[in-house]
């Protein structure tokens, strides 16, 4: 069965501090694909990364990175030198080839204080 | 182009009303995706539309909801006899294809149902 685990429900770090958001999932199918959304204040979700199953290179956009790790069904999400714009909630989700259904974690709120 | 549209933004409506929620997909996508988001809450799947296919409803709550497609592009979410737990975030999204594409997202219609 397909599962999304978001374990962090909030996080707060000040201005300038590293903060990695874990997602955690679970998927019998060797094929499928993982996302990250934020979801500003403002509340529209905005897409941030796929990665497919057979991808496991870690990318890294700006201050943003995410690393994809098989073995341990992990695709983390580090924010580098957070800013208060960074503050929002982050949603990781899982979607498997043949299905159309995503699976989206819980979200983890992420507070960024200056 | 232009993004997902949905309006109304905002809608309060008296228990027992009938409500419509409409969706404007991103032209070319194929999939339509409609999701309900309670206050704090994570993302909660109703309906999905891919192309001429029928729609899986597995996610409506109850029998009072309901969704169409109009011409494969325009949705229309309807939630007959409104009940106080229906007061949500209702999001709608598309995306290009199913599974293997990142979904883009509206900006939600907020509805509170007195």
């Known amino acids: 069965a397909q599962k999304v685990t978001q374990a962090q429900t909030e996080i707060s770090v000040v201005e300038k501090e590293d903060v990695t958001l874990d997602c955690v999932y679970e998927t019998r199918d060797t094929t499928y694909y993982l996302f990250w959304y934020k979801q500003p204040p403002s509340g529209e979700l905005v897409f941030l990364i796929r990665?497919?199953?057979?991808?496991?290179q870690n990318e890294i956009s700006g201050r943003y990175s995410w690393n994809f790790q098989k073995s341990t069904s992990s695709f983390n999400f580090t924010i580098t030198a957070s800013q208060v714009v960074d503050s929002a909630v982050y949603f990781c989700a899982l979607s498997e080839a043949g299905t159309y259904k995503y699976i989206f974690g819980t979200g983890t709120r992420l507070k960024v204080l200056a | 182009g232009a993004g997902v549209s949905q309006s109304p933004s905002n809608k309060v409506t008296e228990k027992g009303k009938d409500v419509e929620l409409r969706c404007d997909p991103i032209?070319?996508?194929?999939?339509l995706y409609w999701y309900r988001q309670s206050l704090g809450q994570g993302l909660e799947f109703l309906i999905y539309f891919q192309g001429n296919s029928a729609p899986d409803k597995s996610g409506l709550p109850s029998d009072r909801f309901s969704a169409e497609r109009t011409g494969g592009s325009v949705s229309t979410l309807t939630i007959q006899r409104t009940q106080q737990e229906d007061s949500a975030v209702y999001l709608c999204?598309?995306?290009?294809?199913?599974?293997?594409?990142?979904?883009?997202f509206g900006p939600g219609t907020r509805l509170t149902v007195t």
């Open positions: 999204a598309s995306s290009f294809d199913s599974y293997s594409y990142e979904q883009y």
């Open positions: 990665r497919n199953s057979f991808d496991e």
């Open positions: 032209s070319g996508h194929t999939a």
